[in-house]
């Protein structure tokens, strides 16, 4: 099985117009620690979805690296919270397998 993260090096460049969301396949599926992460990307604003164990409260994490502004749960974020964005981020990206995930894209516009 492939990591997302071994997949995602094989990519040369930043497509600042993709929208979607990269999220695991089934309630069933975690990561290897038993938390479940959902990365919603558009250009340059990101939301991610995190419960660290079943049946924990979700925490919906929003970055717009245009503003280098963080928001938790709909409060301004710091630092502080910018690096444990980037933590589970990078976390997600390391231990995703490709075959756990999905991607979902918004209709297309004719």
Request: charged share 30%; proline share 4%; with cysteine.
């Amino acid at each position: 099985m492939a990591n997302l993260c071994n997949y995602l090096e094989k990519v040369d460049y930043f497509d600042e117009n993709f929208v979607g969301t990269i999220a695991l396949r089934s309630e069933e599926v975690s990561l290897p620690n038993g938390s479940k992460i959902a990365l919603g990307l558009d250009g340059k604003h990101w939301i991610l979805v995190y419960q660290e164990k079943a049946k924990a409260p979700f925490q919906v994490f929003e970055y717009d690296s245009r503003e280098m502004k963080i928001f938790i749960d709909k409060k301004i974020g710091g630092e502080k919270e910018l690096g444990r964005f980037k933590e589970l981020v990078r976390y997600f990206f390391l231990h995703a397998q490709t075959e756990e995930l999905v991607t979902i894209l918004p209709p297309q516009e004719n």
